[in-house]
Each structure stands twice: as structure tokens, then as C-alpha cells.
């Protein structure tokens, strides 16, 4: 396996409705699922984008993606089941869609956690900061106005969102103990959770408005960095 076989990110286009032939690959699981969202737009994010992890894990366990069993721990967070984690043991996967793309995360290193930010609930964005934001943010944020604002307030909340989709607890994990302010474009840094665990923690603007973070389990700068610049280049 090489090195960019390790980590993939894959940006996926959202369109404002499925494909039947993507509906076609759901379980009647995730087809009820899909039929819950009141809004078309968010049923057929969550096709398209659970249509396109089936395709991948598929490739990777050399099974039809419509045959891909997963299932899900106490908090949701969906995994491989145990006939398919046969075929692929150390396989982690993570997907965050906001706006009109999604991304899709896979690792065969470790756990791994994505988030996918538009800029778009601006309004609402200084009201969270006292809940959500470590000490050090808060205080960078005060600083901040319009445009860069938001662009921090996103960066900062794209890392908790990834980390603690990658350890797998969502938002029940004290996000304000997550204290990074700053992190150079397209660079990682580690990150110690509760737990002593060390995280490898990169975000990248992907383009005006759009903010990715990932987390991975370890020390894995250089690929976390490497799998950031890929994904980067392909945003059209």
C-alpha cells in the first residue's frame, strides 16, 4: 500500500436531487433514513454521499457496494460491520457534507474524523463562542472582525468537529477543551485528548467560504498534510 493509499480524502459535488442509481445502493435502513429529512436538498446530500462511501469501501473490501454491511456504536458513528471488517481490518472511515460539496474520508491507520464548513450561519457565530471555544480562541476571535472572523471561527471549529468525530463521542465531548486558535494553511499539528491520546490535527481553506478539517489517530503530519493538498487540488 502506498503512502497515499493510507489516507484518501475524496470531494464529492452535491446534486440538488439523487440519483436513482445511488438510491439503488442504500439499505432500507439508510433508504428510511433518507425519507426522514423534511428537505430535499439534505435527503439528497445524504444519498449521494452514503452512495459514494459504499462505492469506496466496496473497492477497498472487494465487495459490491450495495453489500457492504455497516453498522453503528452507541453514538452513531457508522463502521464497518463484522463480515466486511474481515476483508479490511484497520479501515476508518468519516464524512462531513455542508453546502454543495461533501467530503469522504478513509484510513487504514487509524481512526480518522472530517469536517466540512461553508460559511454560512454567520449570524450566530459570536453567540457560540463562550459555549465552544477554548480560552485562546475566544481571545483571537475578539480580535477579529467581518470576513476574518469567520474564517477563524471556522477553522477553530472545523478542528473540535473533526477531532471529536475521529474519537468518536460527537459533541458530548467538552469542546472547549479543545484549544487551538491557529494552524498554518495546509499544516498539522498534535493534539492530546482526555484520554492521553495524541491526534494529528491539519485544516485547509479549500476555497473562499470553505473550511476543511481532518483529525487522525497518531503521529501522521506528513500524511495528514500530503492528504490535504490532494483534496485541495481538486476543489473546482
Known amino acids: 500500500m502506498s503512502s497515499g493509499d493510507e489516507i484518501t480524502l475524496t470531494l464529492l459535488p452535491l446534486p440538488p436531487v439523487a440519483a436513482a442509481s445511488d438510491s439503488a445502493l442504500l439499505s432500507e435502513d439508510e433508504l428510511s433514513r433518507a425519507m426522514r429529512f423534511v428537505f430535499e436538498r439534505d435527503r439528497s446530500a445524504f444519498i449521494t454521499t452514503r452512495a459514494a462511501l459504499r462505492r469506496l469501501l466496496g473497492a477497498s473490501c472487494g465487495a459490491a457496494p450495495e453489500a457492504v454491511e455497516l453498522a453503528t456504536d452507541s453514538f452513531d458513528r457508522p463502521h464497518l460491520a463484522a463480515v466486511a471488517r474481515l476483508a479490511a481490518p484497520n479501515l476508518d472511515f468519516n464524512v462531513s ?140
Not at 99 to 109: D, Q
Not at 145 to 160: I, L, P
Not at 169 to 184: A, H, M
Open 97 to 236: 457534507h455542508s453546502g454543495s460539496h461533501a467530503v469522504i474520508a478513509l484510513s487504514h491507520i487509524g481512526r480518522i474524523g472530517v469536517d466540512l464548513e461553508w460559511h454560512d450561519r454567520m449570524h450566530s457565530l459570536r453567540d457560540l463562542e463562550p459555549v465552544v471555544m477554548g480560552s485562546r480562541e475566544r481571545l483571537l476571535l475578539a480580535s477579529l472582525t467581518g470576513d476574518d472572523h469567520a474564517r477563524a471561527f471556522f477553522a477553530c471549529w472545523t478542528r473540535k468537529e473533526a477531532i471529536v468525530k475521529a474519537i468518536g463521542v460527537g459533541l458530548s465531548y467538552p469542546v472547549d477543551t479543545i484549544d487551538i486558535p491557529t494552524l498554518p494553511r495546509g499544516r498539522a499539528i498534535e493534539f492530546k485528548s482526555e484520554d492521553g491520546q495524541i491526534w494529528t490535527v491539519a485544516t485547509v481553506a479549500l476555497e473562499a467560504g470553505v473550511t476543511l478539517s481532518m483529525a487522525l489517530e497518531g503521529q501522521r503530519s506528513t500524511l495528514a498534510e500530503a492528504a490535504l493538498r490532494r483534496v485541495a487540488a481538486t476543489m473546482p
